[in-house]
Every structure is written in structure tokens, then in C-alpha cells.
């Protein structure tokens, strides 16, 4: 009988602590969303005690989904379990998720107490949250660096005092599939009342072995991963979903498990994270990377037409790459667009549809066809928006082989326009150095890239740039069928996000 794995997806939470990653709390509406329609089993929806931006961001995801639990991190103080509850009493299907750090250098610099100490500390958290809720998840930060023993007695403790799930991380990326492995199955054998819980893994990719490692978890008797999608997180990573689940779903013979998950919702669910953190995925990343599936390079065209099965173990259409995904044309009306994106997990009032509808009548005029692609990223673009301090009114840009690129902008910054113009050493440069002046940024380009949304020559440009300032990080993306034009959309986006970062600072505070 096929077993199934649970799949706890940790995008929003730890997903979000990428260098870079923070976003508002609409855009972690609109993903929570998409994640339940892709089948995941818990949505970790952030951690309320870290800021009050945090907190309404987990409140209002708590309200709004309807059949995936929802959890929120607290680390064993009161007070964090009480603004975690307060996050999401009001979700179908609400769960705390506490932690405490298990292993002897956490014990001795970070914690500085005694084992004893933190068992009690454990029990004390999982108590008090089990009297708010049933659904309690019990984390052991770092985990796989702490004695076997002792893991085990917390477990235990844990699992004694209401724990419906134990967690053992990777926190720090330190594990290597077979030994981690065997200490799945040393937990399950030496923890009296394991089967009371379902056993997690929680893996970090510092070494590239965050999939393998949960993978052979699994094989051990795991049956929770926590995962992200496009496997993005904090350092290196966390493990990805996509891996964990293909994985599962393509060697059945192997598995005798398989998870939820909604497969062909893969691929969109990846351009949609990407799209709203600004995170591209690296071109050769296993599952949804542009060079994934063979077909594509070229290399094994003969075989391949013979026979796909002869050089390509997964289908694409398995994860919902169909790349001409007509959506909507030149003639669609207001109704069908409104309907389309309410599908699409959006629900937007009168006035935003009206913005994007005269949006999409723009784009649909400049181009045949308008791809689920191009709507996600003009919705993001939209509505998903932080406060826009600078709004571009406008650019225009001359550049050529005989003159000097130059550029005039108009800018709201404020809500106060103002104008300006710059040159440079090229149309973009020109535009970059007119916006920087404008605005008064002092901010640091450390990134720029350019690709195609779609297919075609009349693809949309989708660009990314990454700013730094003060310390900040904060990465900007803009879409337009002209590239300067996303270019400097995707310039402003940045500066807009570096300002609503210096109001929220994502808290650096400890996590699994
Ligand atoms: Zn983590």
C-alpha cells in the first residue's frame, strides 16, 4: 500500500530569509494561495513574533485558506506561542510550530542551559501550545549535530506533552545521506512513543545534499519534508519541493510513497515565486531550471525523436510546462479577465481590476497573444506592489550607433513629480544614472539581468536588479515588451523595495 508523505512547505518562512527575498504581504497572500491549489499539506506561513508586518501577513493567510493547515513558528517563550496563536486562531486548520535548539554548541554560546533545562523548556512550550490548539509541531534546532541520546529524550518529552509532529533539522547544512539516514532510524528506534508523532526532516543545502539527504530520510521513515519552492532559503537554501516530489513521483519502484502535491502546478508556482522575490531560478536547477528537460538543448534531438523515454525520464507536461498557454486575446473582455484571475487566486476589488484590465488592453495591443505568464507578472506589477514612493511617469531614452545615449525621466517620488536627464554608457546606464539622480538613491547596483517571459520576438523583457544600501538588499524586477523600459520599472521596483525594507527589517532572529 503506497504511504504518503506529507509536504510542509516553509517558502513564505524560511523561504523568505533569502538574502533579498522579503516580500509584502500581498504577494505572500497571493503564494499562499497558489500553494494550496498545488496540494501541499502545511503551509508555514511566517513567524508573527518577528515583526508585526510578519504577523499580518500569517493573520490574513490564516483567514483565507480553506483546506491547508496553516502554521506558524514561535520559539518556547510565551510570548511568541501567544502571537502565533493570535496569527492564525482564526484559519480551517491552525498549527504552532515551536523549537528549541538541541545541540551542545547551541546549549553552551547560544542558549547557555543545561540539557535538563531544555527538555523542560520544550515540554513547557508544547503544553502551553496544545492548550490553544491540537495541531502542535515540535522542532529540535540542530538537530543533526546534537546527541543522539538527548534528541531522543526531547522527542520523547515533546511528544509526551501533546506534540503531533517532531521535526529533526539540518539546520546547518552538515549532513550526508547515509549517516543522516541512520539517525532517522536510531530516532525511530530509540524514541519509546515515536509512533504517536509523525517524524519531519527539515534539511539545508550548504553542501548541495538537502534533497539527498531528505530523500534518504524518507527511505529511513520520515514521512514530513519541509521544503521550498525552487528550494530557496536562507545561505544556500532549504531543500526544494520540486526535487523532493519528482523525485517520489518518478521512481515510484523506489518510493513506495507519494505526496499531494498537484505536479503540473509545479512550473507556475516556480515563475510565481520568482517573479514576486525576484530569485531566478539558475538555468540547469533540476525540475524547473530553463535547460531542465533534454528536448531543449538540442544535443539529443535523434534520440529524442525516436523516442522521448530514451534520454528524458520525466515529461514536461508532468510539471505544467506547456509553453503556449493562450490565456486571453485582443477581444477578451472585462468579465473574462476578472474570471481568469480569480482562478488564478486573486481577488481583486473594482478599481484594481479596472487598473489591470486598461493594463492588459495596452499589452494585448502590442502583443497577439497574452500568456498566464505575462498576467502574473502585470498583476505583480500592479497590485502586489509595495507603496510606491518613486513611480516612473516618464522615460524617454535615445541611443544609437552615432549618439550618445541619453535619457529624460519624469519621476513621482512622493507623490511630487519631478524631471530630469542623464546620459550614459548606454540606454540603460543612461536611464539608471537619470532615475539615481532623481531620486537621491544611494543605493549600490550589484545585479542586473534580462530575460523573455514568453517565446518570440514580442516577448515580454523581464528584468531583475539587485540593490544594496545601508546593508539592505532588496532585489527590484519590472516586465515591459521594450527592455528599457523594464529595465528602469525594474530599477524603481528596487529602490520602492529597499524604502519598505528600512520600515519592516526582516529580523535576523535565529530559526530552524
Ligand atoms: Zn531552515
Redesign the pocket.
Known amino acids: 500500500m503506497t504511504q504518503h508523505i506529507r509536504i510542509f512547505d516553509?517558502t513564505l518562512?524560511?523561504g523568505e530569509?533569502s538574502p533579498g527575498a522579503s516580500m509584502n504581504s500581498a504577494e505572500k497572500l497571493r503564494l499562499a494561495t497558489q500553494l494550496e491549489s498545488l496540494g501541499v499539506d502545511t503551509i508555514e506561513a511566517g513567524f508573527p513574533a518577528a515583526s508585526d508586518g510578519d504577523f499580518e501577513a500569517v493573520s490574513r493567510i490564516a483567514k483565507k485558506l480553506k483546506t491547508t493547515e496553516v502554521a506558524a513558528l514561535a520559539r518556547t517563550s510565551v510570548n511568541d506561542i501567544n502571537r502565533a496563536w493570535e496569527a492564525i486562531q482564526h484559519a480551517a486548520r491552525p498549527k504552532i510550530h515551536t523549537f528549541i535548539a538541541t545541540s551542545d554548541i547551541h546549549l553552551e554560546y547560544k542558549l547557555r542551559m543545561s540539557r535538563d533545562e531544555v527538555v523542560q523548556e520544550a515540554i513547557n512550550a508544547v503544553s502551553y501550545a496544545k492548550t490553544l490548539t491540537q495541531e502542535v509541531e515540535f522542532s529540535a534546532e540542530d538537530g543533526s549535530r546534537s546527541d543522539r541520546d538527548f534528541l531522543c529524550r526531547v522527542f520523547e518529552a515533546a511528544i509526551e506533552a501533546g506534540a503531533t509532529v517532531v521535526n529533526l533539522?539540518d539546520?546547518v547544512g552538515y549532513a550526508i545521506p547515509h549517516e543522516f539516514a541512520e539517525l532517522v532510524s536510531y530516532v525511530k528506534e530509540h524514541t519509546p512513543n515515536i509512533d504517536q508523532a509523525v517524524l519531519s526532516v527539515?534539511?539545508?543545502n550548504d553542501l548541495g545534499l538537502a534533497t539527498a539527504n531528505t530523500l534518504a530520510a524518507i527511505d529511513a521513515g520520515a514521512r514530513q519534508a519541509?521544503v521550498t519552492i525552487n528550494g530557496i532559503?536562507?545561505r544556500a537554501g532549504?531543500t526544494s519541493l520540486e526535487e523532493v516530489v519528482m523525485a517520489t513521483q518518478t521512481r515510484p519502484n523506489w518510493f513506495t510513497m507519494n505526496t499531494r502535491v498537484k505536479t503540473e502546478l509545479i512550473y507556475p508556482t516556480s515563475r510565481l515565486v520568482s517573479m514576486i522575490t525576484g530569485i531566478i531560478v539558475q538555468p540547469n536547477k533540476a525540475i524547473v531550471g530553463a535547460n531542465a528537460f533534454a528536448h531543449e538543448a538540442g544535443i539529443h534531438q535523434d534520440g529524442m525523436l525516436k523516442n522521448p523515454m530514451t534520454y528524458e525520464i520525466m515529461n514536461p507536461e508532468t510539471i505544467g510546462l506547456s509553453r503556449n498557454k493562450l490565456v486571453l486575446g485582443k477581444h477578451s473582455g472585462r468579465h473574462a479577465l476578472h474570471e481568469h484571475l480569480k482562478e488564478m487566486g486573486y481577488d481583486l476589488t473594482d478599481a484594481e481590476l479596472n487598473k489591470v484590465f486598461k493594463r492588459f488592453k495596452d499589452l494585448a495591443d502590442k502583443k497577439k497573444q497574452v500568456m498566464d505568464e505575462d498576467m502574473e507578472a502585470l498583476v505583480a506589477e500592479e497590485i502586489l506592489r509595495t507603496k510606491e514612493i518613486f513611480k516612473l511617469e516618464y522615460m524617454n531614452v535615445t541611443s544609437g550607433t552615432t549618439v550618445m545615449p541619453m535619457a529624460s525621466i519624469q519621476l513621482s517620488v512622493n507623490g511630487r513629480s519631478i524631471k530630469g536627464a542623464g546620459y550614459g554608457n548606454g540606454p540603460v546606464d543612461s536611464a539608471f544614472n537619470t532615475i539615481a539622480k532623481l531620486s537621491g538613491t544611494s543605493s549600490e547596483l550589484l545585479r542586473f539581468s534580462v530575460s523573455a517571459l514568453t517565446g518570440g520576438t514580442d516577448a515580454q523583457g523581464e528584468v531583475t536588479v539587485r540593490l544594496r544600501e545601508d546593508g539592505l538588499v532588496a532585489l527590484g524586477r519590472g516586465s515591459d515588451p521594450d527592455i528599457i523600459t523594464a529595465s528602469a520599472k525594474a530599477y524603481i521596483n528596487g529602490l520602492n523595495r529597499l524604502e519598505y525594507l528600512k520600515e519592516n527589517p526582516v529580523t535576523s532572529a535565529q530559526?530552524?
Open positions: 516553509t518562512r524560511d530569509q533539522p539546520t527539515h534539511c539545508h519541509e532559503g536562507e532549504n530559526a530552524v
